[in-house]
């Protein structure tokens, strides 16, 4: 017990004889009972603080009516008539005495010692000023507390005990996606977010916080690996978080989904070229995409944290830390940013796939077949010398998409058989047209660009996207390289894709001749090298082709990275039409 106990105990103990017992404080003083009673029942939401404060308070009272009827009992006594020898007081108190004061010091250590469910230490909370506080001690708490007696220390950042994940992933779905925990970074300076999205998701989060030194904790917290499994669904990210507490804290941010409207325009954005859906294949996010009029990304204020610490800080340290791990979600996988805004992966990519059947449904039923000449019957049978015989038909202008094979046990692969006849479809084609088959004089990478040309589609379906992966790994190429051969292919086949991968030196004539002719067309002075004249502000291009014919191509502005576009035409200006308005190029 401590020094304070002791002079609490040592006027009353000093009193009474050793052999009276009529006024000792282990009788007149609070039981060990009274001051268990004292304490606070447990309640659910009760706090660690108000418990303890409670059972301070009770405790004083005890100890101050002790003294009161141990003061009262001695007023009472009567007082000695008959003089006695001075006290020795230099003489040893006897055994009794000393068994009192100890009885009496252990009584109120009793009365003073937190409960066990109290003993959880509170989370560490930061002020705008940085300073550090811990739970609010009650009034007066300096003068009952016992020296040397304290509570135990709370775990620090630098050292969190972690629990097991509490993260369910044989919960997910399409909508529901959990990822495990990240951990800890190597070094201080590693960056959260390496693309330009997850970029833009930190700047949101930073923009929008209120206090820095927050922000810089949070930071630390998920640099330590203290952010446990991240469980992703439609507007909201969910997590346990460890604090200073040994128990975590349950941390979500909720973002805004996306309406049907805004959806329908992201769609028909993504399908109206095949460079996008290339690129959300490949785990890539398109600025085009997130240009379109669709709110993908947060802005400042858009991210709602919540936290169950009692820190109301926007956003708590924890909240941070939850913010700046999902950052680094997003760089390695976009279409986490879109199943936060309400749509999975598996949705998107079927309504990609049916949006683009439609489409090329109606561009079929625009082209109605040609009538095929014939003679009445009656005539036929007439007696007259007959006409010579019409002409052939001419060829089609592309080989039609073959049957489908069921499948069936024990039977061919319909997918291969699918394959085998669209490419007989193809080389039969290009026979009838040619008098000649192409297929041996191509290369393998050529041949492979061929196979994938023949199927219909821009590679959305998931038979189109296995072949697309095993023929780019078998040219040791990647998908979305395959998928701008393919373009380059349907533009102008074999002569189209040269002109994408192989530039020469056009001779002097019609090279030099096509930029008078743009600039008689109101177009601004287009860049020549080799082959390609380029638009000034690096968002359009012609390519002049050894066959004579100008192939056109589109990038972003400010990016190398052209995807053939409209057809081959011997003019450059026809060539661009249908690419846009005049003020667009």
Not at 39 to 47: N, Y
Not at 253 to 269: E, K, P
């Amino acid at each position: 017990m401590s020094g304070e106990s002791d002079a609490a105990v040592a006027p009353t103990a000093s009193v009474a004889s050793p052999g009276e017992e009529t006024a000792r404080p282990a009788e007149t003083g609070p039981s060990t009972a009274d001051v268990h009673d004292a304490e606070p029942a447990e309640h659910p939401g009760a706090r660690p603080a108000d418990a303890a404060r409670e059972a301070l308070r009770a405790a004083r009272k005890r100890r101050a009516d002790a003294v009161a009827e141990a003061e009262a009992g001695l007023a009472r006594r009567p007082r000695r008539t008959t003089p006695t020898a001075p006290r020795d007081r230099s003489r040893t108190p006897g055994p009794a005495a000393g068994v009192r004061a100890r009885d009496v010091r252990e009584l109120l250590a009793d009365a003073f010692r937190m409960p066990d469910d109290l003993l959880e230490p509170a989370e560490e909370r930061e002020d705008e000023g940085g300073d550090r506080r811990g739970v609010e001690e009650p009034q007066g708490s300096e003068d009952l507390m016992p020296q040397g007696s304290s509570l135990p220390d709370a775990p620090t950042p630098s050292s969190p005990r972690h629990p097991h994940s509490m993260a369910a992933p044989n919960r997910d779905n399409d909508l529901r996606r959990t990822f495990p925990a990240f951990p800890p970074h190597a070094s201080e300076d590693a960056r959260f977010a390496a693309t330009w999205w997850g970029n833009a998701w930190v700047t949101a989060l930073e923009e929008g916080a209120l206090d820095a030194k927050r922000l810089a904790r949070g930071r630390g917290y998920a640099e330590q690996g203290n952010v446990d499994a991240i469980t992703v669904t439609p507007g909201l990210v969910l997590a346990y978080v460890q604090g200073s507490r040994a128990r975590p804290y349950r941390v979500q941010v909720r973002l805004r989904t996306l309406g049907d409207a805004d959806w329908d325009r992201f769609l028909d954005r993504a399908a109206d070229r095949t460079g996008h859906i290339a690129a959300l294949l490949d785990r890539e996010m398109p600025e085009a995409l997130a240009e379109c009029g669709v709110p993908l990304l947060p802005g400042p204020g858009d991210l709602e944290p919540q936290c169950s610490c009692p820190d109301r800080g926007h956003p708590c340290k924890h909240a941070a830390a939850l913010c700046y791990q999902t950052a680094r979600l997003l760089d390695a996988d976009p279409f986490v940013l879109l199943l936060l805004r309400g749509r999975g992966e598996r949705e998107l990519l079927d309504a990609l796939s049916r949006l683009s059947a439609t489409r090329a449904a109606r561009a079929a039923q625009g082209q109605e077949p040609a009538p095929l000449p014939g003679v009445r019957a009656g005539e036929a049978l007439a007696p007259r010398r007959l006409p010579p015989l019409p002409a052939p038909l001419p060829v089609p202008a592309h080989p039609e998409q073959p049957p489908a094979y069921p499948a069936s046990p024990g039977g061919p692969d319909p997918f291969a058989l699918d394959q085998l006849a669209t490419d007989a479809a193809a080389r039969a084609h290009a026979l009838l047209g040619t008098g000649r088959d192409p297929v041996g004089e191509l290369t393998l990478w050529q041949d492979a660009v061929r196979l994938a040309a023949a199927r219909p589609g821009s590679g959305l379906t998931a038979g189109t996207r296995a072949l697309y992966a095993s023929l780019a790994a078998a040219t040791d190429r990647t998908p979305g390289d395959l998928a701008r051969a393919v373009a380059a292919w349907r533009q102008g086949g074999l002569e189209g894709l040269a002109v994408l991968e192989e530039p020469w030196d056009p001779p002097a004539g019609r090279f030099d001749r096509a930029r008078p002719l743009l600039l008689a067309a109101d177009l601004p002075a287009f860049r020549p090298w080799h082959n390609h004249l380029t638009h000034p502000r690096g968002h359009l291009q012609l390519r002049l082709g050894r066959d004579g014919l100008w192939y056109a191509y589109e990038s972003e502005p400010g990016h190398d990275d052209w995807w053939p576009r409209g057809t081959p035409d011997l003019d450059p200006v026809g060539a661009l039409t249908g690419l846009g308005t005049p003020a667009d190029l």
